[in-house]
């Protein structure tokens, strides 16, 4: 059975942090920067403002689900922020046992 769970807020700044947590269970998430600096997000290693995938100010979006792009949909992701802080909405769909 598939659940929605709920869409949290994650600050980012100009250190790298875990925007999604591993999940086995996950099949997706939506990831929307609501801040007003370019973030870049990266599966794996830390981000930094050369590498990764940038999401710009206010409306960057980036949607992955497994059946498109694998079982890394599963693994941590990690952001960056080019100024002081930022906002990241995450929205995470799982599957329940």
């Known amino acids: 059975m598939l659940t929605h ?11 790298a942090t875990a925007v999604v ?16 600096n370019i973030v870049h ?15 710009i100010r206010g409306t960057g979006r980036l949607e992955l689900w497994e ?9 941590e992701m990690r952001a960056i922020s080019e100024g002081l802080s930022s906002s990241v909405s995450v929205t995470e769909f799982v599957l329940t046992p």
Request: hydrophobic share 30%.
């Open 67 to 75: 059946y498109r792009c694998g079982t890394a949909v599963k693994d």
């Open 5 to 15: 769970a709920n869409t949290r807020v994650v600050l980012v700044g100009t250190t």
């Open 41 to 55: 997000v990266s599966f794996g290693e830390d981000p930094s403002l050369s590498n990764g995938i940038q999401l």
């Open 21 to 36: 947590p591993s999940n086995p269970n996950r099949i997706g998430f939506i990831l929307e920067n609501k801040g007003n």
